[in-house]
T-cell receptor, first 114, second 111 residues
Framework: DGGITQSPKYLFRKEGQNVTLSCEQN?????MYWYRQDPGQGLRLIYY???????QKGDIAEGYSVSREKKESFPLTVTSAQKNPTAFYLC?????????????FGPGTRLTVL | SQELEQSPQSLIVQEGKNLTINCTSS?????LYWYKQKYGEGLIFLMM?????EEKSHEKITAKLDEKKQQSSLHITASQPSHAGIYLC???????????FGTGTLLAVQP
């Protein structure tokens, strides 16, 4: 079955530790995205990648880093510089960047920093 | 920057009742997406609207994009408990496929 997987579903970390969230897709999509969801604020774009080995900052990139070494993988690292990392993180992909392309979403990872 | 406002923020309806959720944009919409989300899960694509006046339906859910392309409505006919969840509208933010999302509408359907 084609789709997007995120792991783990739940993640707990101590304050000050970096943590990496996994996102894998087997849809052969060029574009991939990371969003953060907080209660009452909808989804906000962290980073996106339109092609392998290239990525761009979204609206709230500070404290996060990404890599796109393979087409199917787009891991997100939440660094200790991120002031409020506790949130629900969603990964998405689309067949190619540009207008009018549906984004497919993964099941999400809930990160809690203690 | 473009902003999307959804109304109402939350809604409780009796099973079988009709309901409407609105999404209003601060700028012209070039592509409007509707997604549904169960709490703690990913987003499920419902529909995409592009042209002013366009209307699409899937089962008991109908979405419209007004002629001026600054507002969209999502209408559910004869609601069922399976319709419960968070409905989010998203819009193309410009030249790249950067989606801007509304804050969501939480729908509860009472049996």
């Amino acid at each position: 079955d084609g789709g997007i997987t995120q792991s783990p579903k739940y993640l707990f970390r101590k304050e000050g530790q970096n943590v990496t969230l996994s996102c894998e897709q087997n849809l052969n999509h060029d574009a991939m995205y990371w969003y953060r969801q907080d209660p009452g604020q909808g989804l906000r774009l962290i980073y996106y990648s339109q092609i392998v080995n290239d990525f761009q900052k979204g609206d709230i990139a500070e404290g996060y880093s990404v890599s796109r070494e393979k087409k199917e993988s787009f891991p997100l690292t939440v660094t200790s510089a991120q002031k409020n990392p506790t949130a629900f993180y969603l990964c998405a992909s689309s067949i190619y960047p540009g207008l009018n392309n549906e984004q497919f979403f993964g099941p999400g990872t809930r990160l809690t920093v203690l | 920057s473009q902003e999307l406002e959804q109304s109402p923020q939350s809604l409780i309806v009796q099973e079988g009742k009709n309901l409407t959720i609105n999404c209003t944009s601060s700028k012209t919409l070039y592509g409007l997406y509707w997604y549904k989300q169960k709490y703690g899960e990913g987003l499920i694509f419902l529909m995409m609207l592009q042209k002013g006046g366009e209307e699409k339906s899937h089962e008991k859910i109908t979405a419209k994009l007004d002629e001026k392309k600054q507002q969209s409505s999502l209408h559910i006919t004869a609601s069922q408990p399976s319709h419960a969840g968070i409905y989010l509208c998203g819009a193309d933010g410009g030249a790249t496929n950067k989606l801007i999302f509304g804050t969501g509408t939480l729908l509860a359907v009472q049996p």
